[in-house]
């Protein structure tokens, strides 16, 4: 059986390791002691309301990152526009370091489950783009299933190859 300095130190790796799970553990914590009614003097339903919604928040922060990746590569290898490819590949960049200091295991598990709603958001929405800028071929091309996976998108200095032979300047 495990002491409490035991579970404590558990813990305090978990928050380090995987915030989203840790605030997960938390707030069933928490409501096993409401259950319990632990005379805590601690407002325990709003408290484990409040943590979860902590762990919402990382995961949804997570999510929009993944949408804004995939629809900044879709873009950078569909489209046959030459501007604003850098502007693309600096948004990928900045989204790829959120998602460097925010995907945790369970985060991952995550994006992994709802990988097909992720991108089925942004195909629509690249889509209007791309016919927005007059390219309707291009909104055309775009694929059903997402071209690229998790590790694709999380890989640095990684982008698609354009489908119209645009080479970018700044790719390896």
């Excluded at 990746?69 to 490819?85: D, F, T, V, W």
């Excluded at 925010?102 to 209007?128: F, G, H, I, T």
Aim: aromatic share 6%.
């Amino acid at each position: 059986m495990a002491t409490r300095l035991q579970t404590r130190e558990s813990e305090a790796k978990l928050y380090e390791r995987d915030y989203y799970a840790w605030t997960r553990a938390q707030a069933a914590i928490l409501r096993r002691m409401r259950q319990q009614e632990a005379e805590t003097g601690l407002d325990l339903a709003n408290l484990a309301e409040e943590v979860e919604d902590l762990g919402r928040s990382e995961r949804d922060a997570v999510r929009s990152q993944v949408r804004r990746i995939i629809e900044h590569l879709l873009k950078l290898e569909y489209s046959g526009a030459r501007e604003p490819r850098d502007s693309w590949m600096d948004t990928v960049a900045d989204a790829r370091a959120v998602l460097d200091d925010k995907l945790s295991p369970s985060l991952r598990r995550d994006v992994e489950a709802v990988w097909p709603r992720l991108y089925a958001q942004v195909l629509s929405k690249v889509r209007r783009a791309l016919r927005r800028f007059d390219e309707p071929d291009a909104a055309a091309a775009l694929p059903a299933d997402c071209p690229y996976d998790l590790d694709d998108i999380c890989r640095p200095e990684w982008y698609p190859a354009n489908r119209h032979g645009i080479a970018d300047r700044d790719a390896p």
